[in-house]
């Protein structure tokens, strides 16, 4: 028969189950001692007898609360009137009547009378106190055209060439220009406002100044103005 050597953890175990069941033990005994002491009191409580005293005496009939009516008048206490209060005599202004105009009674003919007028002809003088307004000074050079101006109208307007470098590079575009119309309606001082390079500017100023219009008119009278021209250059 081999014999099983004894390790560190199974003492530890064996240790534990020892205390445990010492402690059921011990508290099972606490119970049954318990249990004894409960039965030796009652026990003692039966066997003695406690002796017999008197009969409690009747106790007397509580009172009962009465309600009894009582007649009460009251009476109000007699309020004293206030002194009298001297009034002060106050004026009184009198209201005076004035007698309006006495009713006229108006009675109208019964045919119209015939009113007759006699003309009085004057001859109207002009008024020499109001100032007059002086004539317009003369237009001495050009104005810019406005509405208000009648507009120039083109009779001769040949279109500018193209220049051989804006051919080949096909530029194309407008050009825009401000001239002086004058009162012939010739083109005068013209320049370039936007213009499009490779010799078309010069083009178009050369070609401009042989243009032709009707002259522009404010009140009927020709006058210099001054006007923008575009031309448009289109390859096709």
Do not use: C
Request: hydrophobic fraction near 45%; proline fraction near 15%; avoid cysteine.
């Amino acid at each position: 028969m081999t014999r099983q050597t004894a390790t560190p953890h199974s003492d530890a175990w064996t240790q534990y189950f020892d205390a445990a069941a010492a402690d059921q033990h011990a508290e099972r005994r606490r119970v049954h001692i318990a249990a004894l002491a409960a039965l030796l009191l009652h026990g003692m409580f039966f066997a003695l007898r406690l002796p017999e005293g008197p009969a409690p005496s009747a106790q007397p009939e509580p009172l009962r609360p009465t309600a009894r009516l009582v007649d009460f008048i009251w009476r109000p206490r007699p309020v004293e009137p206030p002194p009298p209060v001297a009034l002060e005599p106050t004026a009184v202004e009198p209201t005076i009547i004035v007698p309006g105009p006495p009713e006229v009674d108006i009675v109208l003919p019964a045919e119209p009378i015939p009113v007759t007028f006699d003309p009085v002809v004057r001859k109207l003088e002009p008024l020499d106190l109001l100032p007059v307004a002086p004539p317009p000074p003369p237009e001495t050079g050009p104005v810019r055209y406005d509405p208000s101006i009648e507009k120039p109208e083109r009779l001769y307007a040949p279109l500018p060439a193209f220049t051989p470098a804006a051919r080949h590079l096909r530029r194309q575009g407008r050009i825009i220009l401000e001239a002086v119309i004058d009162k012939e309606g010739a083109v005068v001082d013209a320049k370039i406002l936007k213009g499009l390079g490779f010799g078309l500017d010069e083009s178009a100023l050369e070609t401009v100044s042989s243009w032709r219009f009707t002259p522009a008119r404010r009140n009927g009278r020709a006058i210099a103005v001054i006007y923008n021209l575009v031309i448009n250059f289109e390859l096709r």
